[in-house]
C-alpha cells in the first residue's frame, strides 16, 4: 500500500507548503501534493515544486563524494569515498589553523537552499564557530527591508495573511504574489471579491501586475518618494489618524513637516516618473478606507535606497492607523514572530566572537581583494554563488584561484561546484528530517523525512559531523543527532511557541504559533521592542548609520541623480526577477521546467529597441562596465521606456554564452542592512 506522508517545502518562499509525499511500497516517492487541510498551502503546489520529484530522481543528482582532477572551473572529478574525501578536507582545514592566516582565512559561504532549521545553519554554525572561521553576513535577499523594520519595529512581524480577505483596499508593492508568493493569492481574491480593489505597484507588467485591478509602472529604486508623496496627501487632507500616531509613534510631527515641504506630489512625481494624479489618487484612496493591507517584498528593496524605502512604506499604515484593524498594515517578513531557540541549536555562544564578518554580497572583493589574512578555504553549502552573487566575473575569477581550497555540498554540479575541489552529495527534502518556520505565515513546520537518500548522500548536519570527526575535533555539541538539534531548538522558547512541541509538530505537520487569530502585531496599546517602545518614525539608531533620521527618498547609485555621467553611457535599468519556473537559481537544470522557461530573454520596450534597430527575436548583448551577456529580445510594453527586464537566475553553464544576468550586477550595498542591490543596475544593449 503507498503511504502518504507530510513533508514541508524547503525553498527560500514565504508560502513555506506542507505536502504530501505519496511513498509506493519498494520505497520511492511517486507523487507530491500540497495539503488540502493546511490553511494556507490549500492543497496546491507552485509551478516548480510540482516538479520536485523530477528535481529528486533527476539523472544528474550528485549520487557520491568527488575530488577534482582537471584545472579550477573545469568541473572534471573522480569518485571518492566519504573517508577519502572527509580526510581531505580535514587535513586542509587544519594546516590552513595551523598557518600564519589561521582559521579566519576558512569561510563558510551560505544561504537558503533549504529554509530547514538543521539542515540550514544548525550543526554547520557549531562547526564554524567551533574552529573559529570567519563569520558569514547573510545580505544577499532580505537584510535591508529585515533591518529597517527591526529599526522601525523593533521587530520583523506582519499583517496576519489569513486576515488579508478583511482588507477593503490591497496594495501590492514590489512583489510579483503570483510568481514568489503564490498562496497569498487566494486570500487576496477573497478580499477581492468583496470590492476590495488591488493596485500592483511595480517597473514591470509581471503576471500579477496583469491581473490586478490597476498597475502603477514605477520608476525603479524611487519607491521611498512615492510614499512620502502619499504622507503629503494624507497629512494635507488631515486623513492621519492622530490618536494611533500620538500613542504608537515617536517622531510624527517631524515627519509631517518633512513630506508637507519635501515630498509634494509634483516633485514625487518627477522622481517615480508617474502622472501627479496617481500619487493624489492613491494617498486619497488609502487614505480614505479601512483596512488597507499593503504586500511589500524584496523587488524594491535591491536598489541603493532599498532600506529606506521599506521604512517609508512600513511606516503608511502607521499615518493612517491601519496597523489597528484586523487586515490591515504591511506584510514584509513574519519571521520575526517565530521563536524558536536558535541561540541553542547554533550555540551562539562558542567560537571566536571577535573573528571577522565578510559580507555575502560582496564575495566577489572577498576572493579577490581581502588580503588580511585573505580566503583560503570556502566552503559551500545552501547556495549557488557562481550564478546567484552579484558582480559574477568577479566571483569566478576568485573561484578560479589556485590557492583557494573550495568545498561544495550540493544536489547538482552547478556553476559553483565546477570550481570544486571536493564536491560532497548533500540529501533533498525528503531524504531528511527538519524543523521550519516561515515567513508568509505564522505555522511552524515539521518535514518527516520520506524516502531513502539518494546514493551515498547525506544530510549537510551529517557531513558536518564527519568533517569534524575526521578533523578529531573533541567537542559533544558538534556530534548531537538531527533529533538532538531539534530538541535544542524547541527547548526554552518562550510564550508565542506554547504548543509547539515535536510531538505535536510531528503528529500534525504544521502547528499555529500560540497567537489570536487573526494576530494584530501593533494594535494600540502594544509596547514594541524598540528603544523607545513605540514605533520609530524618527529613529536615533537610523541617524547612527549616519542616515537622516526620518525615512526619505535616496536615489538609485546608478541614476541621473546621483551618476549623470554613467547614465548617459548606461541609459536602461536592468532588473532580473526570478523567472517563474525557476528558484533563484534552483530548478534551472530541471528539463520540463527549463522548457517552459524557454531560453534567457531581455525584455525591452519599442522605443528602447527601435533606437538601437533591434528587432524582436534578435540576439542581443546587454552589457556594462562590470561585464556582458547575451540574450533574445522580446519587444514588449510590459517594461516602460528606460527599463529593461531578464527573466533570472540562469545557470551559466546551460547558457551558450556561459553568462547570465549577474556579469552585469554591482556589489553596492543598501543603505541599511548592507544588502545586494541586484536591480540597482545600469546597462545598455546592443544587436550582437
Ligand atoms: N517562482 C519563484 N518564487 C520565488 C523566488 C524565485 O526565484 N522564483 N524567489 C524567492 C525568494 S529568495 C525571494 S527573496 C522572493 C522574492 O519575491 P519578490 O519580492 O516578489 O521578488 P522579485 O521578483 O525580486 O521582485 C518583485 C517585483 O519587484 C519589482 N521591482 C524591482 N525593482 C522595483 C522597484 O524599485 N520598485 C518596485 N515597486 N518594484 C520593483 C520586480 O519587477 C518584480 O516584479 O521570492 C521567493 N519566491
Ligand atoms: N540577478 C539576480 N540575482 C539574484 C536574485 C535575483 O532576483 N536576480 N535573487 C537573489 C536572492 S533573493 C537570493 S535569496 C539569492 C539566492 O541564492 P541561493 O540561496 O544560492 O539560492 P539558489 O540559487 O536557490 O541555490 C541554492 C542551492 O542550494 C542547494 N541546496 C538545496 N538544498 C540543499 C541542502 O539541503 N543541502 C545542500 N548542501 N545544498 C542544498 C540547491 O541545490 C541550490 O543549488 O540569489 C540572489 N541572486
Ligand atoms: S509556493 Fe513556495 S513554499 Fe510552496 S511549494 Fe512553491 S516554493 Fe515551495
Ligand atoms: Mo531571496
Not at 83 to 96: C, F, N, Q, S
Not at 273 to 283: A, C, D, F
Not at 588 to 608: F, M, Q, Y
Amino acid at each position: 500500500m503507498p503511504e502518504v506522508i507530510r513533508a514541508v517545502c524547503p525553498h527560500d518562499c514565504p508560502d513555506t507548503c506542507l505536502m504530501l509525499v505519496t511513498v509506493d511500497d519498494d520505497g520511492r516517492a511517486t507523487r507530491i501534493d500540497g495539503d488540502p487541510d493546511h490553511p494556507f498551502t490549500q492543497g496546491f503546489l507552485c509551478t516548480k515544486v510540482s516538479k520536485y520529484l523530477e528535481r529528486t530522481y533527476h539523472p544528474d543528482r550528485l549520487a557520491y563524494p568527488q575530488i577534482r582532477v582537471g584545472a579550477k572551473g573545469e568541473g572534471r572529478f573522480r569518485r571518492a569515498t566519504w573517508d577519502e574525501a572527509t580526510a581531505l578536507i580535514a587535513e586542509r582545514l587544519k594546516a590552513i589553523i595551523a598557518s600564519p592566516d589561521g582559521p579566519q582565512a576558512i569561510q563558510p559561504y551560505s544561504y537558503a537552499g533549504t529554509m530547514g532549521l538543521v539542515q540550514g545553519e544548525g550543526m554547520a554554525s557549531r562547526f564554524f564557530r567551533r574552529i573559529g572561521a570567519s563569520f558569514l553576513d547573510r545580505t544577499i535577499c532580505s537584510s535591508a527591508g529585515a533591518e529597517a523594520l527591526n529599526l522601525t519595529y523593533g521587530t520583523r512581524m506582519s499583517t496576519d495573511p489569513e486576515s488579508v480577505p478583511e482588507a477593503k483596499l490591497i496594495l501590492l508593492w514590489g512583489t510579483n504574489t503570483l510568481t514568489s508568493n503564490p498562496h497569498l493569492w487566494p486570500f487576496i481574491r477573497r478580499a477581492r471579491a468583496k470590492g476590495a480593489p488591488v493596485i500592483c505597484i511595480d517597473p514591470l507588467r509581471t503576471r500579477t501586475a496583469a491581473v490586478s485591478d490597476e498597475h502603477i509602472a514605477i520608476r525603479p529604486g524611487t519607491d521611498a518618494a512615492l510614499a512620502l508623496g502619499m504622507m503629503h496627501v494624507l497629512f494635507r487632507d488631515h486623513l492621519e489618524d492622530r490618536q494611533y500616531l500620538d500613542e504608537m509613534t515617536i517622531g510624527w510631527e517631524k515627519l509631517r513637516e518633512r513630506v508637507l515641504s519635501d515630498y509634494a506630489p509634483e516633485r514625487v512625481a518627477a522622481i517615480c516618473r508617474l502622472p501627479v494624479e496617481t500619487i493624489e489618487r492613491l494617498g486619497t484612496l488609502y487614505g480614505t478606507t479601512r483596512p488597507t493591507f499593503i504586500r511589500l517584498n524584496y523587488g524594491l528593496q535591491r536598489h541603493a535606497g532599498g532600506g529606506s524605502a521599506v521604512r517609508a512604506i512600513s511606516l503608511l499604515p502607521a499615518v493612517t492607523g491601519a496597523w489597528n484593524d484586523a487586515g490591515g498594515g504591511c506584510q514584509l517578513s513574519s519571521s520575526g514572530t517565530f521563536a524558536f531557540n536558535t541561540a541553542a541549536l547554533e550555540r551562539t555562544d562558542l567560537g571566536n566572537h571577535a573573528a571577522r564578518t565578510i559580507n555575502m554580497t560582496r564575495l566577489g572583493e572577498a576572493l579577490t581583494k581581502i588580503d588580511d589574512p585573505p580566503v583560503k578555504a570556502l566552503i559551500v553549502y545552501n547556495s549557488n554563488p557562481g550564478s546567484v552573487a552579484p558582480d559574477r566575473e568577479n566571483v569566478l575569477r576568485g573561484l578560479r584561484r589556485d590557492d583557494l581550497f573550495t568545498v561544495v555540498l550540493e544536489h547538482f554540479q552547478t556553476d559553483t561546484a565546477d570550481y570544486a575541489d571536493v564536491l560532497l552529495p548533500a540529501t533533498t527534502q525528503l531524504e531528511h528530517d527538519d524543523l521550519h518556520k516561515a515567513y508568509g505565515h505564522l505555522y511552524a513546520m515539521y518535514n518527516r523525512r520520506s524516502i531513502d537518500p539518494v546514493g551515498e548522500a547525506l544530510p549537510n548536519s551529517e557531513i558536518f559531523r564527519r568533517i569534524a570527526a575526521a578533523m578529531h575535533l573533541d567537542f559533544p555539541d558538534l556530534y548531537q543527532s538531527d533529533a538532538e538539534l531539534m530538541r535544542a531548538a524547541l527547548t526554552g522558547t518562550g510564550e508565542v511557541m506554547n504548543g509547539v512541541t515535536l510531538e505535536a509538530l510531528k503528529e500534525h505537520g504544521s502547528v499555529r504559533l500560540n497567537l489570536p487569530s487573526p494576530h494584530v502585531p501593533f494594535r494600540r496599546g502594544v509596547t514594541l521592542k524598540t528603544p523607545s517602545g513605540k514605533i520609530e518614525i524618527e529613529s536615533q539608531q537610523v541617524a547612527a548609520l549616519g542616515l537622516d533620521a526620518l525615512p526619505c527618498y535616496v536615489p538609485p547609485y546608478e541614476s541621473e541623480e546621483r551618476n549623470p555621467a554613467l547614465a548617459r553611457r548606461f541609459p536602461l535599468a536592468l532588473l532580473s526577477p526570478p523567472a517563474h519556473e525557476f528558484l533563484n537559481s534552483s530548478f534551472v537544470n530541471v528539463a520540463s521546467l527549463r522548457r517552459s522557461a524557454g531560453k534567457p530573454t531581455l525584455e525591452i520596450h519599442a522605443d528602447d529597441a527601435h533606437a538601437r534597430s533591434i528587432a524582436d527575436g534578435a540576439r542581443v548583448k546587454v552589457y556594462n562596465d562590470r561585464g556582458t551577456f547575451t540574450a533574445d529580445a522580446v519587444i514588449t510594453d510590459r517594461v516602460r521606456p528606460g527599463v529593461v527586464s531578464a527573466p533570472s537566475v540562469w545557470w551559466g553553464r546551460l547558457t551558450s554564452d556561459g553568462a547570465n544576468a549577474n556579469q552585469t550586477t554591482s556589489q553596492a550595498l543598501t543603505d541599511i542592512g548592507r544588502g545586494a542591490t541586484f536591480y540597482d543596475n545600469l546597462v545598455d544593449v546592443a544587436v550582437l
